[in-house]
C-alpha cells in the first residue's frame, strides 16, 4: 500500500452565466422553479459549444499545467460525469485523445448520478494505492439537461474540476466512507432527454438526504476537519446539515453560489478554494442514492488550488432562450443542413487524432506547420515529402478575422471565424468562442477544445480561439 | 507561341435576375438564340463542332449529374462534341479558354462557349448557404462564401486604412453602372449611406457588398480568326490568358491584403499576350464583394497595392474614369450566375471593344479588354482573358 497524494487540480466553469430569476419568470410561481435554490445565486451554464467532455477537458488541461505532469505520463484516467456526451459510445476514448494521454492510459468512466465524481475519484486513489497507475488522472464534470420548468433548472450549473494523483504532492488522501440507499431523487429515463426532478424535495431533503449526508460526514467530524465542502444544492442542505452536526461551517462555504449545482463536480469545486492553504478538507459528494465522504490532509497550497471567483466573473451573462437553444429545448422549425462528411465516415477516422490532439505536418525542409496533417501529403509552401506529425502551440495571435451573421440552421450567429498566427510559426483558421465581440486583429488567443457540431446526436470536437483576458 | 488566331464573333445572354418560370435548358437555349441572333452576316448552328458548357454547382437546383451531354440537346445541337467545364467561380472563363484553344489548336472549326447557372431553385439555405455544412467538419465548419473574402476586407483595412465607406464606394458605382445595363439582376442605383445601413451579413461585410443569387445563361461563338470575315466585319480577337491556382485553404494563405491566384494568372495573361496593365481600356473584373474588387484592381496591376479603396472613392474606376471597371454592372449588380458569370463578361468585353454598350460605353483608345474571375475554396483559382479589337494586337498569328 503507498500512500496517494494529490498534486495538482484544476477547474472549469460553463462559460455562460445564467440568472435563475429569468427561468423562474418565464415558468411562474406555479411551477417547480421557486424551489430551485437561493435567489441570488448565478448560474455557470455550458455554452452552446460546450458539453461536459470540453469543460473536463479544460479543467484537465489546468491540473495537468499546474502539476507539471505530462500528459503522456497519466497511467489511469478515471472520468466521472452524470451523463457522459455519448449514452454508449467512445466518451472516455475522446476525453483521453483529447487530453494527449497516450493511447495505452487505462481507467474509467463513472456515470449515472452525481456520485460519479466521488466515484471517479475513489477508483483513482485504488489504482495508485494498488500500484497499477502510478499517475492518476481524476475528472469530474457535469452539464446536464435540466427539464425545462422544473426546480433542478432553475439551480443546476455546469463544471469541472480535475486532481492529479500519484505519489508526491502537498495533500495526502485519508480516511473515505461510502453509504448507500435506493431512494429516487433526481433522474433520467432510458431514451429521455432531460433530466427529472423528484415531486417533493423537502421530503427526499428531510427523510432521505439529510441522514445519508449526516451519516457520512459524523465520521469525518471525528478527524476534525479545517473546512468541508457539502452538497448545497438548494441553498438549504448545507446549512441544515451543519446545524444538525454542530459543525461551524462559515455561510457560502461551498461555490454553488458561483456555479449552481454543478452535480458530479460539485464536491471537487467546493473543495479547491480550502486546497489553496494547509488543513485537513472534508469533502462529501451525493447522488443516486449515495454518498461518499473522503478527507484531504494538505500541508501546504496545493498547485491549481483557489477560489472560484475569477473563472466565474470571467463568464458571459446570457439570456434564458440562448440556454434552452444551447440545450436544444428550443428548436427552430427548420431543417438543419447536414454535415457534408458524416461523422461515420472514413474522414472522421483519419481525422480523430488531429483534430482531437490538434496536430499539424512540419515539413523537415522548410519548417512550415501545415494542418490538418491528413490533407498535406506535402509541404504547401516549399513542396517537401519530409513531414512530422506535431501538437500545434496552443496560443497566438489573430491575423485577420470574421463575423459570419448568415448560416443556415444548426449555425448559429454570431460566428466568429478567425485565421490565427500560431506562436509555433503554424496558421489556422479556426471559429472563435462567443460573439466575435472582443476579437482584433492582433488579439492573443488561446485555443480550447469546443464542440462545434451535435451531428446525427454524435458530438463533433475540434478547438476554437479565445481571447485571452477577454 | 504557336497557336492560331482565335476570333469572337458573337455573343449573347438572357436578361439575369430570379428566373424561377425558366427552366436550367431555357435560360440556355434562349442565350444561345442572343449569341446566333448578334452574329453580323449570320451564324449556322449546323457548323458548330464543339461546344464548352460552364455550370459549376447543379446541386444548387438538386441536379449531381450536370455532364457534357446536358446542354447540346436543350438547345438543338444533340450529338455535337460538348464538355463541362467546372472550375468555380472562373468556370465560365475558363470555358472561355478552353474553347479558345480548342479553336486555336486547329482541331475545331467552331466552338460554343455556354455558360449557365440556376442558383435560386432552391431555398438559400439549402443552397448556397448549406455550404457552411459542408468541407471539413472542423475547418470549413461555418465557412460560407463571404467567409472566403470577408477576411480580405478585415486586413487590408488593418493594414491600409481602408474603411467602410471605400467599400461601399464600389457597390455605389456598379450599381450606378448595372441601372445602364439592361442584362442586370439589379438595375437600381444605390447610396453609401444604403450601403453601411444594409444587414451585416458577415462582418465587415453587409448585404449591399454582396452580390445577390441570380439565375443566368450567356453565350458567345469562337472561329478562327481568318475565318471571321465571313460572320462579321468587326471580330473581337483573344489575345492571351492565364488560369493560376493557390493554395485551398485560407490557413496556407500567405497574404490578406492580395489574391495570389489573381497576381499570377494575370502575369501570365500579360506575357502571352504581350500586354501591361497600362493598356488596357476596360476590365470586367469579380466583383462578388466589394473587397474582392479592391482586391482585383490592385492585382490586375491598375493601382498600387493599398489604393485601391482611394481610387475607388476617386472615381478612377468609374464609366469615365482611367480605368473602367465593370461597365455591366459586375456580380455586384449584373449578378452571379456562376457558370454564366465569366462568359456574360466576354460578352461585356465583346461589346466594348466594338463600342456598341449603349449608355454605358466606355472609352476605347487601345482596344484592349480584360476579363477575369477568381473563386473556390481559399479564392484558389483565377482565369484571366485579354480581348483585342485589333488582330495585330497580343498573341496568336
Same mark, same amino acid.
Given at each position: 500500500?503507498?500512500?496517494?497524494?494529490?498534486?495538482?487540480?484544476?477547474?472549469?466553469?460553463?462559460?455562460?452565466?445564467?440568472?435563475?430569476?429569468?427561468?423562474?419568470?418565464?415558468?411562474?410561481?406555479?411551477?417547480?422553479?421557486?424551489?430551485?435554490?437561493?435567489?441570488?445565486?448565478?448560474?455557470?451554464?455550458?455554452?452552446?459549444?460546450?458539453?461536459?467532455?470540453?469543460?473536463?477537458?479544460?479543467?484537465?488541461?489546468?491540473?495537468?499545467?499546474?502539476?507539471?505532469?505530462?500528459?503522456?505520463?497519466?497511467?489511469?484516467?478515471?472520468?466521472?460525469?452524470?451523463?457522459?456526451?455519448?449514452?454508449?459510445?467512445?466518451?472516455?476514448?475522446?476525453?483521453?485523445?483529447?487530453?494527449?494521454?497516450?493511447?495505452?492510459?487505462?481507467?474509467?468512466?463513472?456515470?449515472?448520478?452525481?456520485?460519479?465524481?466521488?466515484?471517479?475519484?475513489?477508483?483513482?486513489?485504488?489504482?495508485?494505492?494498488?500500484?497499477?497507475?502510478?499517475?492518476?488522472?481524476?475528472?469530474?464534470?457535469?452539464?446536464?439537461?435540466?427539464?425545462?420548468?422544473?426546480?433542478?433548472?432553475?439551480?443546476?450549473?455546469?463544471?469541472?474540476?480535475?486532481?492529479?494523483?500519484?505519489?508526491?504532492?502537498?495533500?495526502?488522501?485519508?480516511?473515505?466512507?461510502?453509504?448507500?440507499?435506493?431512494?429516487?431523487?433526481?433522474?433520467?429515463?432510458?431514451?429521455?432527454?432531460?433530466?427529472?426532478?423528484?415531486?417533493?424535495?423537502?421530503?427526499?431533503?428531510?427523510?432521505?438526504?439529510?441522514?445519508?449526508?449526516?451519516?457520512?460526514?459524523?465520521?469525518?467530524?471525528?478527524?476534525?476537519?479545517?473546512?468541508?465542502?457539502?452538497?448545497?444544492?438548494?441553498?438549504?442542505?448545507?446549512?441544515?446539515?451543519?446545524?444538525?452536526?454542530?459543525?461551524?461551517?462559515?455561510?457560502?462555504?461551498?461555490?454553488?453560489?458561483?456555479?449552481?449545482?454543478?452535480?458530479?463536480? &460539485? *464536491?471537487?469545486?467546493?473543495?479547491?478554494?480550502? +486546497? $489553496?492553504?494547509?488543513? !485537513?478538507?472534508? =469533502?462529501? %459528494?451525493? @447522488?443516486? /442514492?449515495?454518498?461518499?465522504?473522503?478527507?484531504?490532509?494538505?500541508?501546504?497550497?496545493?498547485?491549481?488550488?483557489?477560489?472560484?471567483?475569477?473563472?466565474?466573473?470571467?463568464?458571459?451573462?446570457?439570456?434564458?432562450?440562448?440556454?434552452?437553444?444551447?440545450?436544444?429545448?428550443?428548436?427552430?422549425?427548420?431543417?438543419?443542413?447536414?454535415?457534408?462528411?458524416?461523422?461515420?465516415?472514413?474522414?472522421?477516422?483519419?481525422?480523430?487524432?488531429?483534430?482531437?490532439?490538434?496536430?499539424?505536418?512540419?515539413?523537415?525542409?522548410?519548417?512550415?506547420?501545415?494542418?490538418?496533417?491528413?490533407?498535406?501529403?506535402?509541404?504547401?509552401?516549399?513542396?517537401?515529402?519530409?513531414?512530422?506529425?506535431?501538437?500545434?502551440?496552443?496560443?497566438?495571435?489573430?491575423?485577420?478575422?470574421?463575423?459570419?451573421?448568415?448560416?443556415?440552421?444548426?449555425?448559429? &450567429? *454570431?460566428?466568429?471565424?478567425?485565421?490565427?498566427? +500560431? $506562436?509555433?510559426?503554424? !496558421?489556422?483558421? =479556426?471559429? %472563435?468562442? @462567443?460573439? /466575435?465581440?472582443?476579437?482584433?486583429?492582433?488579439?492573443?488567443?488561446?485555443?480550447?477544445?469546443?464542440?462545434?457540431?451535435?451531428?446525427?446526436?454524435?458530438?463533433?470536437?475540434?478547438?476554437?480561439?479565445?481571447?485571452?483576458?477577454? | 507561341?504557336?497557336?492560331?488566331?482565335?476570333?469572337?464573333?458573337?455573343?449573347?445572354?438572357?436578361?439575369?435576375?430570379?428566373?424561377?418560370?425558366?427552366?436550367?435548358?431555357?435560360?440556355?437555349?434562349?442565350?444561345?438564340?442572343?449569341?446566333?441572333?448578334?452574329?453580323?452576316?449570320?451564324?449556322?448552328?449546323?457548323?458548330?463542332?464543339?461546344?464548352?458548357?460552364?455550370?459549376?454547382?447543379?446541386?444548387?437546383?438538386?441536379?449531381?449529374?450536370?455532364?457534357?451531354?446536358?446542354?447540346?440537346?436543350?438547345?438543338?445541337?444533340?450529338?455535337?462534341?460538348?464538355?463541362?467545364?467546372?472550375?468555380?467561380?472562373?468556370?465560365?472563363?475558363?470555358?472561355?479558354?478552353?474553347?479558345?484553344?480548342?479553336?486555336?489548336?486547329?482541331?475545331?472549326?467552331?466552338?460554343?462557349?455556354?455558360?449557365?447557372?440556376?442558383?435560386?431553385?432552391?431555398?438559400?439555405?439549402?443552397?448556397?448557404?448549406?455550404?457552411?455544412?459542408?468541407?471539413?467538419?472542423?475547418?470549413?465548419?461555418?465557412?460560407?462564401?463571404?467567409?472566403?473574402?470577408?477576411?480580405?476586407?478585415?486586413?487590408?483595412?488593418?493594414?491600409?486604412?481602408?474603411?467602410?465607406?471605400?467599400?461601399?464606394?464600389?457597390?455605389?458605382?456598379?450599381?450606378?453602372?448595372?441601372?445602364?445595363?439592361?442584362?442586370?439582376?439589379?438595375?437600381?442605383?444605390?447610396?453609401?449611406?444604403?450601403?453601411?445601413?444594409?444587414?451585416?451579413?458577415?462582418?465587415?461585410?453587409?448585404?449591399?457588398?454582396?452580390?445577390?443569387?441570380?439565375?443566368?445563361?450567356?453565350?458567345?461563338?469562337?472561329?478562327?480568326?481568318?475565318?471571321?470575315?465571313?460572320?462579321?466585319?468587326?471580330?473581337?480577337?483573344?489575345?492571351?490568358?492565364?488560369?493560376?491556382?493557390?493554395?485551398?485553404?485560407?490557413?496556407?494563405?500567405?497574404?490578406?491584403?492580395?489574391?495570389?491566384?489573381?497576381?499570377?494568372?494575370?502575369?501570365?495573361?500579360?506575357?502571352?499576350?504581350?500586354?501591361?496593365?497600362?493598356?488596357?481600356?476596360?476590365?470586367?473584373?469579380?466583383?462578388?464583394?466589394?473587397?474582392?474588387?479592391?482586391?482585383?484592381?490592385?492585382?490586375?496591376?491598375?493601382?498600387?497595392?493599398?489604393?485601391?479603396?482611394?481610387?475607388?472613392?476617386?472615381?478612377?474606376?468609374?464609366?469615365?474614369?482611367?480605368?473602367?471597371?465593370?461597365?455591366?454592372?459586375?456580380?455586384?449588380?449584373?449578378?452571379?450566375?456562376?457558370?454564366?458569370?465569366?462568359?456574360?463578361?466576354?460578352?461585356?468585353?465583346?461589346?466594348?471593344?466594338?463600342?456598341?454598350?449603349?449608355?454605358?460605353?466606355?472609352?476605347?483608345?487601345?482596344?484592349?479588354?480584360?476579363?477575369?474571375?477568381?473563386?473556390?475554396?481559399?479564392?484558389?483559382?483565377?482565369?484571366?482573358?485579354?480581348?483585342?479589337?485589333?488582330?495585330?494586337?497580343?498573341?496568336?498569328?
Amino acid at each position: 500500500m503507498s500512500t496517494v497524494r494529490v498534486a495538482g487540480v484544476g477547474a472549469a466553469l460553463g462559460s455562460w452565466r445564467l440568472d435563475p430569476r429569468e427561468v423562474r419568470a418565464a415558468w411562474g410561481p406555479a411551477s417547480g422553479t421557486l424551489e430551485g435554490g437561493p435567489a441570488d445565486r448565478t448560474l455557470a451554464v455550458a455554452g452552446a459549444d460546450e458539453d461536459t467532455l470540453t469543460l473536463a477537458a479544460r479543467a484537465a488541461d489546468r491540473a495537468l499545467a499546474a502539476t507539471g505532469i505530462e500528459p503522456g505520463d497519466i497511467d489511469v484516467l478515471c472520468w466521472g460525469t452524470t451523463r457522459p456526451p455519448f449514452a454508449e459510445g467512445p466518451s472516455h476514448a475522446v476525453l483521453a485523445a483529447a487530453l494527449g494521454c497516450s493511447g495505452r492510459t487505462g481507467g474509467l468512466l463513472c456515470t449515472g448520478s452525481a456520485h460519479a465524481g466521488m466515484e471517479a475519484f475513489l477508483a483513482g486513489v485504488d489504482a495508485v494505492t494498488a500500484g497499477s497507475a502510478r499517475w492518476a488522472l481524476v475528472v469530474a464534470s457535469d452539464a446536464i439537461v435540466p427539464g425545462a420548468g422544473t426546480a433542478l433548472e432553475a439551480r443546476c450549473g455546469a463544471g469541472a474540476a480535475a486532481l492529479v494523483l500519484g505519489p508526491r504532492g502537498p495533500a495526502g488522501v485519508g480516511v473515505r466512507v461510502t453509504r448507500s440507499a435506493p431512494f429516487l431523487e433526481q433522474w433520467r429515463g432510458d431514451g429521455e432527454a432531460a433530466t427529472r426532478d423528484v415531486y417533493d424535495p423537502r421530503l427526499v431533503r428531510d427523510v432521505a438526504v439529510l441522514p445519508a449526508l449526516a451519516d457520512v460526514a459524523e465520521h469525518l467530524r471525528a478527524l476534525e476537519p479545517t473546512a468541508w465542502s457539502l452538497p448545497d444544492p438548494d441553498g438549504r442542505t448545507a446549512g441544515a446539515l451543519a446545524r444538525r452536526l454542530r459543525i461551524d461551517v462559515p455561510e457560502r462555504a461551498g461555490t454553488e453560489h458561483l456555479v449552481g449545482d454543478a452535480g458530479a463536480a &460539485a *464536491p471537487w469545486l467546493g473543495a479547491l478554494p480550502a +486546497l $489553496d492553504a494547509a488543513g !485537513r478538507v472534508a =469533502v462529501v %459528494g451525493h @447522488g443516486g /442514492g449515495r454518498t461518499s465522504g473522503v478527507l484531504l490532509s494538505s500541508e501546504g497550497p496545493v498547485p491549481g488550488a483557489g477560489p472560484l471567483g475569477p473563472l466565474a466573473a470571467a463568464g458571459r451573462p446570457v439570456r434564458y432562450p440562448a440556454v434552452l437553444r444551447a440545450r436544444h429545448q428550443l428548436v427552430p422549425n427548420a431543417e438543419p443542413v447536414p454535415m457534408g462528411v458524416p461523422p461515420g465516415s472514413a474522414m472522421h477516422l483519419r481525422g480523430a487524432h488531429e483534430m482531437l490532439g490538434l496536430l499539424g505536418a512540419r515539413c523537415g525542409d522548410c519548417g512550415t506547420i501545415a494542418t490538418p496533417p491528413s490533407v498535406h501529403p506535402t509541404c504547401p509552401a516549399c513542396g517537401g515529402t519530409k513531414l512530422e506529425t506535431v501538437p500545434l502551440c496552443r496560443t497566438g495571435e489573430v491575423h485577420t478575422f470574421v463575423v459570419n451573421q448568415t448560416m443556415p440552421p444548426p449555425f448559429e &450567429a *454570431p460566428l466568429p471565424l478567425l485565421v490565427v498566427d +500560431l $506562436d509555433d510559426g503554424a !496558421r489556422l483558421m =479556426v471559429q %472563435g468562442t @462567443g460573439d /466575435g465581440g472582443e476579437v482584433t486583429v492582433g488579439a492573443r488567443v488561446e485555443l480550447v477544445l469546443r464542440r462545434y457540431a451535435l451531428e446525427r446526436g454524435v458530438p463533433v470536437y475540434g478547438y476554437k480561439a479565445t481571447v485571452v483576458g477577454a | 507561341m504557336g497557336w492560331s488566331k482565335v476570333a469572337v464573333v458573337g455573343a449573347g445572354l438572357i436578361r439575369f435576375g430570379e428566373l424561377f418560370e425558366q427552366s436550367y435548358e431555357h435560360m440556355a437555349r434562349g442565350a444561345f438564340e442572343a449569341a446566333l441572333g448578334s452574329v453580323d452576316h449570320g451564324f449556322d448552328p449546323s457548323v458548330i463542332d464543339a461546344a464548352f458548357v460552364a455550370t459549376q454547382r447543379g446541386t444548387l437546383w438538386g441536379q449531381e449529374g450536370i455532364g457534357g451531354n446536358t446542354v447540346p440537346s436543350a438547345i438543338g445541337l444533340a450529338g455535337i462534341a460538348c464538355t463541362r467545364v467546372e472550375n468555380a467561380c472562373p468556370s465560365g472563363s475558363d470555358a472561355f479558354r478552353v474553347g479558345a484553344m480548342a479553336v486555336a489548336s486547329g482541331v475545331h472549326e467552331a466552338v460554343l462557349v455556354i455558360g449557365v447557372e440556376k442558383m435560386r431553385d432552391k431555398s438559400t439555405e439549402e443552397g448556397l448557404l448549406s455550404r457552411a455544412a459542408s468541407g471539413h467538419p472542423v475547418y470549413n465548419r461555418g465557412e460560407t462564401a463571404p467567409v472566403l473574402f470577408a477576411p480580405f476586407a478585415t486586413r487590408h483595412m488593418h493594414e491600409f486604412g481602408t474603411t467602410r465607406e471605400m467599400l461601399a464606394a464600389v457597390a455605389v458605382k456598379n450599381h450606378r453602372h448595372g441601372a445602364l445595363d439592361p442584362y442586370a439582376h439589379f438595375r437600381n442605383e444605390v447610396t453609401v449611406e444604403q450601403v453601411l445601413a444594409s444587414p451585416v451579413v458577415c462582418a465587415p461585410l453587409h448585404l449591399l457588398d454582396c452580390c445577390p443569387q441570380t439565375d443566368g445563361a450567356a453565350a458567345v461563338l469562337l472561329v478562327p480568326a481568318t475565318a471571321a470575315a465571313d460572320y462579321t466585319d468587326r471580330p473581337v480577337y483573344v489575345a492571351g490568358f492565364g488560369v493560376a491556382t493557390d493554395h485551398p485553404s485560407l490557413a496556407e494563405k500567405s497574404t490578406f491584403v492580395g489574391l495570389t491566384a489573381t497576381v499570377e494568372a494575370a502575369r501570365r495573361a500579360y506575357a502571352m499576350a504581350g500586354l501591361e496593365p497600362g493598356d488596357v481600356d476596360v476590365a470586367e473584373v469579380h466583383d462578388c464583394f466589394t473587397i474582392t474588387e479592391i482586391l482585383d484592381i490592385e492585382d490586375l496591376g491598375f493601382v498600387e497595392k493599398g489604393k485601391g479603396g482611394a481610387a475607388t472613392l476617386e472615381g478612377v474606376t468609374a464609366l469615365d474614369g482611367r480605368i473602367p471597371i465593370n461597365p455591366s454592372g459586375g456580380l455586384l449588380a449584373k449578378g452571379h450566375p456562376i457558370g454564366a458569370t465569366g462568359v456574360a463578361q466576354i460578352a461585356e468585353c465583346f461589346w466594348q471593344l466594338r463600342e456598341e454598350a449603349g449608355e454605358r460605353q466606355v472609352r476605347i483608345r487601345n482596344g484592349v479588354a480584360l476579363q477575369h474571375n477568381v473563386g473556390g475554396r481559399g479564392s484558389g483559382v483565377s482565369v484571366v482573358n485579354l480581348l483585342t479589337r485589333d488582330p495585330g494586337t497580343g498573341g496568336g498569328r
